[in-house]
DNA sequence: TTGAAAGCGATACCAG
DNA sequence: CTGGTATCGCTTTCAA
């Protein structure tokens, strides 16, 4: 930047406030100085800007296991929206496992502006580490934890809605294939479920679960396939499409006609559950609210003002697939 | 830093290199140093270090459409082995558009140490200023541009590979289904498909494609199935699993058994593909030797040593699937 | 082995 | 409107 004042005969403040269209600069120096910039390919050095300024411009995102696609569509909007406001995302975390501390220390030692975190688990660590240092953070499809702000989905409601909808159109022997126990994100979906079950006066609804994968829907799938017929349930609530995937394969491979013998239905709306084979009949995130929201959340902590802790709550989109036998109200039109 | 050296009666230098484990640093005061910054909480600023230092640790990630699960899969083998080197991903973009302007010039406004690009489309405008700047580039999964070295699957090779067990299993009328035609690795794995079913000396194969997606995969299975039976190849090539999917949930929806009446595979041996209802017969990306060569030739490159552009080719894994038939001498184990 | 001082590249305040 | 100067937090000579 020196060498840059010295060609453009200016002081280095003048072409610092040139570079940032400061009104107070007159429109002639301005040009000349940015021309010159463009033309010696100078580029501002933001790390020494962020220096002086306070402000990093980065946000830290902790992504939980991408084998679910849900992630992936959650990290695409992530960079897109934060790129429109002028963010970029320090990628810290990828994958199922824990958090390591080098990587949690990261957050601070770049002095990140904010933090995403999108994991339903594990996600201790760096929250302990950004309540300690005052960092703005946002989970993203999880309960607040000690410290935060939180958007999600109504997950409760989403899985009240699919069984209000099963109900209604007849089927009577529900079961639900949970994910993580330990996880908001599941348990409030199978609750919101059984909870509709029960209040319909209906036995109590078959449960499977353990892991957010398809590989365990898969294995529900199998268990309910053998299930002898009177037993069996005619209608499946998986808490993920990704579960709920499994599900549909396994009692496919099995020979069991779905939607004909059992319905399937999923909660999350991910692309890979849309398409065939599986036309799952899903309640889908508003994954573009959601982000724009928590980039809202965290933006308006950024500036050192203090901030209540905050939880958004949005409500799901009903995808009617044909995954599952639904009301004739809704299939009709 | 200046006030945990005032509180720990030393110059900021000896805190500096008291952190940083220099050698020529007296046990004794490095462990009360070490320990005091614990107490306090403090954590050493890169973004200021790197000023001076020259290296800001961080690594220019630009990441291709994400509802190919391939690239998420890359993404999270990216984050594991660069923190496992010490370095944070700077995550850029991430989707199908193309890249702007204001997105590569973080690249240089951060000084990211090195840059990855993943992208088999639309990395055009990212390179260009890698090279401008000479920030080391390393492409995975596409031929070099212009500038920069490369890692990849050999992808011709792996087109040869599958086209060679089909014939040997006894197909003869095949068929490819292609991804975009600007890509280097669609067009390599096709070429190298096709090459061999010329040299068997059987009948050109049938051509379909333009996007490498589902959808494409898709429609292309439809065509395929209406076609009259003589007409019909009985073994189908999608260039990678996500298109070979959908060829193969095509021709299962129109009542054609796979691998019964037409055998499917793919390549890149993302894991929706090997799990049901797949299964698929693919030749795998070594995902994992693929990102650690990557890392290396950044690595190499980013001291400002000039080194020439390398280009890596890795052999990819045959995972026997059942979605083709295949020679009995790979299927008897 | 430790300390003092000079930057790294930018911004911001205070003058002019 | 523009120029000097202190400053951000850290590393790195150069001395002691």
Redesign the pocket.
Known sequence: ??S?ARAA????????????N?????????DRIVALAQEVG????I???S???GSSGLIGLVLGPVDNPFYAELMQRAVTQAAARGWRLLLVHAGPGPIEQATADALLQYRVDGCLITSAELSSRAARICRDNQVPLVMVNRVAWEHGSAVSCDNDAAGALLADLLIEAGHRRLAVVSGNPTTSTSIERADGFIRRVRAAGLPEPLRFGGVNSHAKGFEAGQVIAALPAPDRPDAVLGVSDLIAMGIMDALREAGIAVPGEISVVGIDGVAAARRPPYRMTTVAQPLEDMMERALDLLNARMNGVHRADEVVTLRGDLVIGQSARLPARLTAG
């Open positions: 930047m020196a840059l005969g200016v002081a280095a403040s003048t072409v610092s406030r040139a570079l940032r400061d009104p107070r600069i007159s429109p002639d120096v301005r100078y580029t501002p050095n790390l020494a800007r220096l002086v300024g």
